[in-house]
């Protein structure tokens, strides 16, 4: 499965350059007195609990009146509590109620969440498929802060199954993963010590038709 491995990973090339310039009579401009928003850009996955925005000048909390421009993605209560609703995209708008000409957006981006969820430490069993398996053999966990580990495995059955594992928003693939664990059989494991939080996507792959195999993601903390 190594020669596989070796005919899927595409060459990167990176060019790199450096661009540098000197002016002896630039300006400094004043960033004081602005009106701000924080977090100017975040992303949630799709279900997820509500986020806190907060709008403040020279880091003092400032009254505002909130609005989102997409009520179907996201909503947002007079207070700045900011509610996903479905995947998309959304601008959060402070107003600064002492003078309305003075606003500020946010970018807030809801992800849409793919494939079966798995309940740390559960096992899932009868897993199995062929060659083009349509829809895939995908599964995510939730890994929230502080987790120190993310263990998965994949155990018995029949054929040959392999393990992608990544961290969304993307869905993992033999160009973009996190951990990959393709061995003989189904005896498959993948460890990510420290996993950033967040949904985590698990990609079985099937490289020879079977079944029977136990799936298991365990969140450590």
Known sequence: ???????????LVLALGTLGCTDDNYEITDLSGKLEVTPA??????GFPPVQ???SIDGEAVQVTWESSNADVAVVSNTGLVTPVADGFAAITATLVSDPRRKKSASFTVNELFGTPLVSGAAIAGIGGVVGQDPPLLYRIYVPEGTTSLDITLRNGTGDLDLLVR???GIPSWDEYD???YNGGNDE???????TPGTWYILVDVYTAGGGATLTATVNQ
Not at 1 to 11: E, K, S
Not at 41 to 46: K, P, T, V
Request: aromatic share 10%; proline share 6%; net charge negative.
């Open 1 to 11: 499965m190594n020669l596989r491995l070796t005919a899927r990973a595409a060459a």
């Open 41 to 46: 850009f975040y992303g949630i996955d799709e």
């Open 53 to 55: 925005f907060e709008a």
């Open 167 to 169: 961290r969304g928003p």
């Open 179 to 181: 951990c990959a664990s």
């Open 189 to 195: 494991d993948c460890s990510i010590a420290d996993p």
